[in-house]
């Protein structure tokens, strides 16, 4: 299959309805879908105007992405400062994060691309499928809104926002905890989970941490490693031990 056979399928495909499946939203404008996935080197090679490729719309969806995940981790975390929700939130919207999101729609047979882009092969798109990623959430913004493009954002980056806030919490808290206690008293810290709440889906832990035999901590999260990170930094506040604390 030549490279104009190969456009015109992956155009196809997009109008067919099968990408919008695999990310879980229908445009009411197709138009703006196809944009999305229209690289500047496609426009060129295609001889269209600069603007309608998804530049524009890539800058506004890093912007709405940016907005979405920060508004998530201070609603995640409202005691957190400002720095640490900054650094969780470039992890989050990431290349490597947006690649892989890209990765999972399996981005690249939809992309539209120039012929020269198209020869260099998918592992060498690695900045062009993270971008379009970020174009995709600027055309649902566009197409139908802030809600539909924040539900997007909040399922697709669910897993990625848990594993970057687990890795950031656990090291601040729960990890301090442990080479506090084992410094001074030659031991770890016990968590217990005293109770859950709510249905299998949206559970709340509820947990306690001891350190030689005394309670020094409760935490709740929507799993246990939040609940217990949560309560090794309420234990490292009651501890007193801030110079450590804020190494």
Do not use: W
Request: hydrophobic share 35%; aromatic share 10%.
């Amino acid at each position: 299959m030549d490279f104009e056979e190969v456009i015109e399928k992956r155009k196809n495909k997009i109008l067919s309805g099968e990408l919008e499946s695999k990310i879980g939203y229908f445009f009411k404008d197709k138009s703006i879908l196809l944009k999305a996935l229209s690289h500047k080197s496609y426009i060129f090679y295609s001889k269209l105007e600069y603007f309608e490729s998804n530049e524009r719309l890539e800058l506004l969806g890093d912007s709405v992405l940016s907005l979405v995940i920060i508004e998530t981790l201070l609603e995640r975390y409202p005691e957190s400062s400002e720095g640490i929700i900054s650094k969780l939130k470039a992890k989050i919207v990431s290349e490597t994060a947006l690649e892989n999101i890209a990765k999972k729609f399996e981005l690249y047979e939809y992309l539209l691309l120039g012929r020269g882009e198209y020869n260099l092969g998918q592992n060498k798109t690695t900045s062009i499928l993270a971008d379009t990623v970020e174009s995709i959430i600027g055309a649902i913004y566009i197409d139908s809104g802030l809600e539909n493009a924040r539900n997007f954002i909040k399922k697709h980056f669910e897993e990625i926002i848990e594993l970057c806030c687990e890795k950031k919490f656990i090291k601040d808290y729960k990890t301090k905890l442990q080479e506090y206690t084992q410094k001074k008293y030659k031991n770890k810290p016990i968590y217990n989970v005293l109770k859950e709440e709510g249905p299998e889906h949206n559970k709340t832990f509820f947990i306690e941490v001891k350190v030689n035999d005394k309670i020094v901590g409760h935490g709740k999260g929507k799993n246990k490693k939040e609940a217990e990170q949560n309560a090794a930094k309420e234990a490292l506040e009651k501890i007193n031990h801030s110079n450590f604390y804020k190494s």
